[in-house]
Structures are given as C-alpha cells and as structure tokens.
C-alpha cells in the first residue's frame, strides 16, 4: 500500500547535464514507490560554473574527464536499459527548455515535458535549443505550441535567474542535485540514499 | 563455494584522497566474495592535477564542493560503521606511505599496511607523513621499523613516479580507480560494477 506523499525531494537540474538525465528517467517512480513527492526545479549550471572561474563544463575541459564520462554513461545507460545518443553540441543550451519547465504549471506535464526534452537530447541527439523540438515536446505533453512563448516572458526569465541563485544559495555547485530539507545530495548515485532520507523524515 | 582468484582489479588509490579510504576498506572482502584478486596500485594526484593546472584538490579550490564532499564522507561513514575523523592538514601528504605501500612485497602486508594507512589517517586523524605514524603503521602489520627507510630509494622512488605516469597513461584522473583490463571506472561509487566485471571477464 502506498503512503500518502507528505514527504518530499526536490530535484534540481540542468538539461545540459547528462547525469541529470539518468535521474530525471527514473525520480518519479522511485519516489512514488517510497511515498515521496518530486519538486522540479530546473537551473542553470553555467553561471555556477562561472563563478567557479569556468567558461565550460569540467567533462570538456577536462579531456580524461570527459572520455571518461561518456563511457560511464554508455555502461549506465545500457544497465538500465535507457537509449543513448552523444548530443552535439556538448553541453547542449537548454535555456529555453529551463524557462518553459518552470512555467508549465500542471505538475505530471511539467513531469512529462522534462523527461520528453531530456529523451530528445539524449535518446534521439536532437538540439533542445531548436524551436522545432520544443514544440515536439510540449505538443506530447498535451500543451499547445504556443507555450513556447512564455520562454520570452520577464516574469519566467526572472524566475530561472532566481532559481539559479538559489541553487548558489543552498550550496549546489553541479547537477543533478538534490534536498531532502537542507541536506544535499549530489549525482544520480545519491538519488536512492535522498530518497530514503526523504521517505523517512 | 569460491572461485579461483583467476580475475582481477587494479585498484588505483592517493592516500590523501577522503574517497579512496571508502574503498581501500572494503575492497579485498568484496573482491574475495566474487573469487577476484586485488592488485593495489598506489599513486600520486599531485602531478595529475598540476597537469590539469590544479595546484590544490578540487575539495579546497571550489569550497561548495569541499564542504559538501565533507558532508558526504560522514554520512557515506557512518552507513558503513567506519569512523571518521577529518585530517588537518587536508589533503594530507601521502608521499612516503605510497612509496612503502609499493615497496612491501607480501601482499597481505601489503594490503593490511595500506588499510591502517588509512585508518591512522581518517580514523584516527593522524598525519600520515610523520614518519611515528607510518612506523607504527609498519609494525601493526608485522614489518619492521627499519622498512621505513625504503621511502628513500632511488628505486622505490623511481617505482612510484612510474605508477603515476602509468595511471595518466591510463586515463585516470581522480581517485580511487579501478582498472578491469582498459575498463576504467572512477569513484568509490563504480567498485561494485567494476567487481561485477572483474567477475565475469
């Protein structure tokens, strides 16, 4: 039997970020499964990572880090059965995706569009930067293509940038992340012990 | 029933890496419980960072991600039943506890030195380049006093720049490591599907 979902776990990401992409695959039913609610909260790493002095993602400045990232994702990827396409370019901008994640409001949309952006750029190597693809995604998702229009909305823009300094704010310096209260947890290979911690509490 | 230890692992460690200690405490008893043998490559992190333009670990540069590394050992400790005690200095200088972890040629001296390395170090909060604390490491495991006078030479020496050039050869940038034929994986996190791999091939 299920527990009702008093308790919570919010998920920070980024959509450039390939682990990101792990979790955002599986958070859902794996908190449903331990009675937790998924709060989604997109970001954005590269300010983050400007602040740290880095113009780039460390997998590309990095040249063993980043081989070794995509292997590790290639193992991951097929342990879990989940398809996997290198996306080029790498990171991918995912912007407007950020924008429209926050402003969809319906919480199993919001949900569905996420995963749905995340398939297309890393199942299918399509560039989420692309008008085209986002409409593919919102129109799966069961919104209108016109949502896209709220990427250029002060208000949403506004909201992204605040997301990203509270992100700086709760001590989350990379992506996926996650807060069961003001505990931290960093990379999919936390997600279960947030998890536990959320069910728990 | 065991297998033959016919498979194997490379388990790449810096002894200043808080990481590192997670596995070298648990790698032989898992390794044993799969019929695979451990082979301990000691190496230094100093020169792969200065090699990346790092002149300190990425857990002082960027301190969102010290404090929470720190956070993380705690709670990553304390699952497992291992004391935990953060050393001051951090990193500590693990120079001549690598050369003696390379120059003992018995490997259950070997391993069992290795392990109160570490645990002199992130147990006890000891520092492990003073020469009382590797003596006693060295006579907890059987050895003489004397085998610290090994750290001096030339061999020994010489022996342990070559690890280190041979891990950069082999893509590794952090620790721990583990090596299954060209199959890297990185982390503490990847020891068991490294295992798992070791087991199979």
């Known amino acids: 039997m299920r527990q009702p979902m008093t308790n919570k776990i919010q998920f920070w990401f ?6 990101s992409y792990l979790s955002a695959m599986r958070i859902e039913e794996l908190a449903a ?3 937790v609610a998924v709060e989604w909260h997109p970001f954005l790493l590269g300010p983050i990572f400007a602040a740290q002095g880095l113009d780039n993602t460390p997998f590309n400045i990095y040249p063993d880090k980043g081989r070794y990232m995509w292997r ?3 193992r991951l990827t097929a342990q879990r059965g989940l398809v ?3 996306p080029d370019p790498f990171p991918q901008n995912g912007l407007k995706a ?3 994640a926050l402003a969809i409001k319906d919480q199993s949309q919001k949900a569905a569009f996420i995963r ?3 398939s297309a750029e ?6 989420i930067s692309d008008d085209e693809v986002l409409i593919t995604c919102l129109t799966q998702v069961g919104l209108a293509a016109e949502t896209l229009n709220q990427c250029q909305e002060p208000a949403i823009k506004a909201a992204l940038m605040e997301q990203t300094k509270t992100a700086q704010a709760k001590g989350i310096f990379g992506a996926p992340s996650f807060l069961v209260g003001d505990e931290l947890f960093w990379g999919d290979d936390r997600l279960d012990d947030a998890i536990q911690l959320a069910a728990e509490v």
């Open 116 to 118: 749905a952006v995340y």
């Open 122 to 127: 890393f199942a299918e190597g399509r560039n």
């Open 98 to 100: 950020a924008r429209l």
């Open 14 to 19: 980024e959509f450039a970020s390939t682990y």
């Open 84 to 86: 996997f396409t290198r």
């Open 33 to 35: 499964q331990h009675g």
């Open 72 to 74: 590790d994702m290639e």
